[in-house]
């Protein structure tokens, strides 16, 4: 007891009792108090997610799996009430090359095996800089020589390519080619003289106020006008090149953001050391600001390949596509539903990998947690 | 905008002269291009035999239109066939942008909920809807969810008179009766009243410091007011309840399964992206402002509604104007399972007479004009919430 003396008078200090220790704030219990049922209406919703999972998991882990059949053919499948996966097994080489000729099916599997390695290269982090830029350059020539034929292999007609291929190839040529298009189109807006400033602006808006699909009827209808009739595009070339219009207005509005976020002190500093403008911009300027916008970069590669499932609208066969042609199959009719099913899982694993990539670069990168 | 200060030469003249020079020769080269292509095309018309301009609209349209906001059939104008489009088009925009927002914004608290099992689920929904092309999406719903819906004739009915098939979506129609005009009246004073009510509570709060509940009193004034109006009326609205008849429903108010599953497919996708703006929107107020909020002993319900939300509608709502403006350009994929929105409607005037050129410029003008409303409208409201800098 300690005695406190005070002008007032004298009071006796008396300590509280001790807290008792802290209650434990780990285990699985705790945990479920902590993030389930915490207060009534929080444990009220878990209450109800809960049962709602109760329902809905069942139903599909059987559809999936459990009553799913796994071989036989159209009549097994029929009489089982899960999923038909035999259905997809047969369905996969016309769903990766659509109707390729079978007899040469080696070659864009040569082509999808060099792009695996690829992503495996770069999603590990084994090649990088210069090395990296110049391998996926190359691949989409090696990807078109190997599925179109050249140096005396066999030609494959353009209009026999399909599938998952053709998506791939049309999104990453489409990235590859619209990414510089995008960059030239953002530093015309940004520092080119008046008139080339008016046309990128006049470009980059017209085609961002519109959608995909008018641009696709526009060069798959109106582009044959437009040329003189000597002058023959075909199809696949002429969806090819809105695709790359199309994405590189979007790109160039991504690089644009980066151009302006680079301080205008490395311009000043660079131009101060004699580096001249146009090296300034080359060297100095477009290498940050490409940086600087390298995770929505990713995100706009991510949207230009789900966009690529729109040029079934405009007659080519791209995965969706073969996957709606493989529903209406005779001998495998009513397993549309796998068929979507499937459709919808690959189109995630691709999107959802590459968003994760980009996710792990804006990490690493200069902006990024490892400051 | 910043740009490369010009390096000052000896010869400032021959810089501008130079300057100059550049920009004539992409003038000319530019134009030589639009020459180029215009005497191409008109070669091109010229030997198909299409006639360029826009008479065409006038002829009859001959082509039959499955949804329709107005009256219409084959023997009207293409010109009247693609007014319907692009009032479809509106009317399917305008309805995926008010559920998406709600949708939306319950997805995105979902994100941030403190339960995690919702926000795990909330997150999965996110996921899955962002990484699938829409599409696919509106062909699922439209072949899988719609297609695996009943027959008319044992259609689900969750509640009397709504019917949920295979063939869409009928409700009962309202009707107006006797006295339904002088019930459009009342409801139109009470809500005038209830309008002013709140804006004098407003002013009352700016004067006084003093609160009236301006919105749940207007909102009490209206309900009261038409309700009262209703009665006394009458009840002036009856409805129609749909019947199975024959092979489907007749009477009632109809939704086509093309308009159910577009709208729900737009819905479900954008709804994927508003909510990570309304998420990544409350993540980005700094944890310091409610903490102190709820030091200040501030009611929680007007923390969020005047501390949070705010600072919140700053991040949300530039990136929430993009994907109205995708929402609107994505509604055009309704060419791909029929719905006769503008695009549709255009495709199929175009397989029928050839007039690419023309049809397509209306698309872009249509396009645009409704994105530059909607980013007008959308940049008036942002222009409220923004920091005013001084």
């Known amino acids: ?371 | 905008m910043s740009s490369i200060p010009k390096i000052k030469s000896k010869s400032l003249s021959g810089q501008v002269l130079w300057a100059v020079f550049a920009q004539g020769a992409v003038l000319v080269v530019v134009l030589s291009a639009a020459y180029f292509l215009f005497q191409n095309t008109q070669a091109n018309l010229d030997a198909k035999g299409i006639k360029s301009g826009f008479a065409f609209l006038g002829h009859e349209a001959g082509l039959p239109i499955g949804d329709s906001l107005i009256e219409y059939d084959p023997t009207k104008s293409y010109g009247y066939a693609f007014l319907v489009g692009i009032l479809n088009t509106l009317m399917v925009s305008a309805l995926a942008i008010i559920l998406s927002t709600i949708l939306g914004i319950l997805v995105g608290v979902a994100r941030v909920s403190s339960n995690w099992l919702l926000a795990r689920l909330a997150a999965i929904y996110v996921e899955t809807l962002r990484n699938i092309p829409l599409l696919l999406t509106l062909i699922f719903t439209y072949i899988i969810i719609i297609g695996s819906l009943p027959h008319p004739r044992d259609a689900i009915s969750l509640f009397d008179g709504y019917f949920l098939s295979n063939r869409g979506i009928y409700i009962p129609k309202p009707i107006a009766e006797d006295g339904f005009g002088i019930f459009i009246i009342a409801a139109i004073v009470a809500s005038v009243l209830a309008i002013s009510f709140g804006v004098w509570a407003r002013q009352y709060k700016r004067r006084t410091g003093r609160l009236v509940p301006g919105i749940w009193g207007g909102l009490a004034i209206f309900t009261v007011l038409t309700g009262l109006a209703f009665l006394a009326t009458g009840n002036p609205v009856g409805s129609e309840t749909p019947e199975f008849r024959g092979f489907n429903f007749s009477g009632g108010l109809g939704l086509k399964p093309e308009f159910v599953a577009l709208l729900t497919g737009l819905v479900l996708y954008t709804a994927a992206y508003i909510g990570e703006n309304v998420r990544s929107g409350i993540e980005s107020v700094h944890a310091g402002q409610i903490e102190a909020a709820n030091a200040l002993g501030v009611p929680s319900g007007v923390v969020t509604r005047l501390v949070m939300l705010p600072q919140a509608l700053r991040v949300t709502i530039p990136a929430t104007t993009n994907d109205y403006a995708s929402l609107v350009k994505n509604s055009s994929l309704a060419v791909a399972i029929g719905f006769p929105d503008m695009v549709s409607v255009g495709g199929t005037i175009i397989g029928q007479n050839g007039q690419a050129i023309e049809i397509i410029a209306m698309w872009m003008a249509v396009y645009l004009t409704i994105n530059m409303l909607i980013s007008f409208g959308m940049n008036l409201l942002n222009s409220r919430v923004q920091i005013v800098e001084r």
């Not at chain 1, 085609?207 to 526009?218: E, K, Q, S």
């Not at chain 1, 390949?305 to 529903?327: E, R």
Request: proline fraction near 6%; glycine fraction near 10%.
């Open chain 1, 1 to 371: 007891m300690t005695q406190i003396t005070s002008e007032i008078g004298t009071k006796t200090f008396e300590p509280l009792a001790a807290r008792g220790a802290p209650t434990q704030h780990i285990g699985p219990l705790n945990w479920l108090r902590k993030n389930l049922f915490k207060g009534w209406l929080n444990s009220l919703t878990s209450l109800v997610l809960i049962g709602v999972l109760l329902w809905v998991l069942p139903v599909m882990i059987n559809w999936l799996f459990l009553d799913a059949v796994f071989r036989g053919n159209g009549e097994v499948c029929r009489q089982s009430a899960g999923a038909c996966w035999p259905f997809i097994y047969e369905k996969i080489p016309v769903l990766m090359v659509g109707v390729y000729p079978q007899e040469l099916i080696w070659r864009p599997a040569v082509a999808g095996v060099a792009l695996l390695a690829l992503v495996y290269l770069t999603f590990s982090d084994r090649i990088r800089g210069f090395v990296l830029i110049g391998a996926w350059l190359a691949l989409p020539l090696f990807a078109l020589v190997m599925i179109g034929g050249a140096f005396g292999m066999t030609e494959v007609n353009q209009s026999l390519w399909g599938g998952l291929m053709l998506s791939i190839l049309l999104a990453l040529v489409g990235v590859i080619v619209s990414i510089p298009l995008g960059v030239m189109l953002a530093l015309g807006r940004f520092y080119g003289s008046p008139l080339v400033k008016a046309l990128c602006i006049g470009f980059i808006e017209l085609i961002r106020g519109v959608p995909l699909i008018t641009i696709l009827f526009m060069v798959s209808v109106m582009m044959p006008l437009f040329l003189p009739p000597e002058m023959i595009i075909n199809n696949l070339m002429r969806i090819q090149i809105g695709m790359i219009f199309f994405s590189a207005a979007y790109m160039a509005e991504v690089i644009r953001g980066g151009l302006q976020a680079i301080p205008k002190g490395q311009t000043e500093a660079s131009l101060a050391l004699g580096v001249s403008p146009n090296h300034t911009i080359l060297f100095v300027i477009v290498p940050q600001a490409l940086r600087h916008v390298l995770p929505p970069l990713i995100g706009r590669c991510i949207a230009l390949f789900k966009d690529t499932s729109l040029v079934i609208i405009v007659g080519l066969l791209d995965f969706l596509g073969m996957i709606k042609g493989a529903a209406l199959d005779p001998d495998w009719l009513g397993f549309q539903t796998e068929a979507y099913f499937f459709a919808a899982f690959v189109y995630w694993l691709i999107c959802y990998s590459l968003s994760r990539y980009g996710r792990a670069l804006e990490n690493r990168g200069p902006n990024g947690a490892k400051r």
